[in-house]
């Protein structure tokens, strides 16, 4: 029996079977590239979902996490710490907010933002007590609470985790008419991903995303953009709002803020609506802990030299452009920006990840029929240029 047989056997009889991963079982990753247990080689064109944007043990962020680790690495937050008043004044910088309420999962963050919306609503906006609503995007992916869950379209993540919350609306996402239609004055949020990952990379019509952002201004709500995965370089800008020029109220980061090392996830936004909470009233134990902080600084001030946004933009064009060609007798369509694409079959994609992975490439499909890219953003044209032969090949074979 190989290791990897041996392996699985422990995750499939031992492990809830919330996931349907690969078969490769993976020990060892630097860079663009992880080995397995059996001492093959793969090219991650997945990068754990836009978490490791700065590759697999970035030598700078290994370096500020072993720094960190020689120091301290969790206080609560009943006392303060010298890595979190930097952590959070620097993160409001990057993104031109005033305050941030760091948590750890991405699920978390857009919870608290939940809250923090619904909190303002009462509190700022003036909306009656338990009238508010917010509202959300069919094909959203927002994370996994039962209150997120709640407005999820997708049936599979959705059915058989009632009662759900109520207090949500659900529009066609990038129709601009529907949205107006939903939002009234007990709006107090609407929730939106720049581009939608999960969903497929889904990129909405141009103009919608600052017709969102009209809205939320006419009608006195909160634009809340859900950036875990669509932020921090991944689409050639530090946010993907900014290829439409939209500032939000409120932006969700996660997932690579804690460059791949921790989970942190953060809301940023300003005083007026982060300063609703007082003492007690929102927390985590883990949530902006010195070892997350100390990432999270070191994350911050990779993204403030720009060179992974650069990379990510000239290298995505190349990207999309080789990704055009693939013939359209297999690929539906070709979606994305910057390195992240969606390439949308006709057939069934998991066989197709399957054989990219016997080929030396990990990549993963979402929805049945989508092959997502999303390699680290440290990745050359050499390497890059490799993986889409791969493809072209798995695509073939
Ligand atoms: C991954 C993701 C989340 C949830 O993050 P977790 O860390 O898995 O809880 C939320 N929103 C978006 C857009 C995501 O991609």
Redo the contacts with the bound molecule.
Sequence with gaps: MTTTNRLRALSDAHSAHNYHPLPVVIAHAEGLWVTDVEGRRYLDMLAA?SAINFGHRNPRLIAAAQRQLERVTLVSRAFDHDQFGPFCAELARLAGKDMVLPMN???EA?ETALKTARKWGYEVKGVPADQANIVAFEGN????TTTIVSFSTDPVAHYSYGPYTPGFRVVPYGDVAALRRAVDAFTVGVLV?PIQ??AGVIVPPRGFLAAVRELCTEANALMIA?E??SGLGRTGTTFALEHEKVIPDVYLL??ALGGGIV?L?AVVADQDVLGVFRPGQHGSTFGGNPLACAVGREVIAILETGEFQDRSRTLGEHLHKRLGDLPPRTVKQVRGRGLWAGVELHAKARPVSERLMELGVLAKETQDNTLRLAPPLMIGQDELDWALDQLERALTG
């Design positions: 979902y999962s991405g699920a857009v992916f927002h994370g996994r991903e990952g999960e859900d875990i995965q996660g997932k989970p996830s």
